[in-house]
C-alpha cells in the first residue's frame, strides 16, 4: 500500500534540506585539549585539515565561508590568549593557500 500525500509539510526529505559540511570540518580541526605551540602537529589534525582541503578543492565557492569560520575561530583564540589554537589557524590557512589552485 502507498500513502503519499502532502498531509506532513513539515516532514523533509534528507536531500532537501542542504547539508553545510564545512559547519562541520571547520570545529573538527581544533582538539578538545590544549594546542601546544612548539613540537609536531597531532596527526589527527592534520587529516581534518586534508578534509577541509579537500573539500574547499571540490567545492569553491565555499572557500569565502570557510574563511570566514576560520577568521572568527582566529578571533576568539586571539582574545582569549590561546596561541596555539592561533598557530593552527594560521597553519591552516597556509595549507589552503598551498593547496588551491589560483583563480
Same mark, same amino acid.
Given at each position: 500500500?502507498?500513502?503519499?500525500?502532502?498531509?506532513?509539510?513539515?516532514?523533509?526529505?534528507?536531500? !532537501?534540506?542542504? !547539508?553545510?559540511?564545512?559547519?562541520?570540518?571547520?570545529?573538527?580541526?581544533?582538539?578538545?585539549?590544549?594546542?601546544?605551540?612548539?613540537?609536531?602537529?597531532?596527526?589527527? !589534525?592534520?587529516?581534518?585539515?586534508?578534509?577541509?582541503?579537500?573539500?574547499?578543492?571540490?567545492?569553491?565557492?565555499?572557500?569565502?565561508?570557510?574563511?570566514?569560520?576560520?577568521?572568527?575561530?582566529?578571533?576568539?583564540?586571539?582574545?582569549?590568549?590561546?596561541?596555539?589554537?592561533?598557530?593552527?589557524?594560521?597553519?591552516?590557512?597556509?595549507?589552503?593557500?598551498?593547496?588551491?589552485?589560483?583563480?
Amino acid at each position: 500500500m502507498n500513502t503519499t500525500c502532502g498531509c506532513f509539510p513539515s516532514i523533509a526529505a534528507a536531500s !532537501v534540506v542542504p !547539508v553545510k559540511r564545512y559547519n562541520q570540518l571547520v570545529p573538527a580541526i581544533f582538539p578538545r585539549s590544549d594546542v601546544p605551540l612548539e613540537g609536531e602537529t597531532d596527526p589527527a !589534525v592534520l587529516r581534518q585539515i586534508k578534509k577541509l582541503l579537500e573539500y574547499v578543492q571540490k567545492n569553491p565557492e565555499r572557500g569565502p565561508k570557510v574563511s570566514r569560520r576560520l577568521a572568527r575561530r582566529l578571533e576568539k583564540a586571539m582574545s582569549r590568549r590561546q596561541w596555539g589554537v592561533a598557530l593552527l589557524v594560521a597553519r591552516t590557512y597556509s595549507s589552503l593557500l598551498e593547496g588551491l589552485p589560483p583563480t
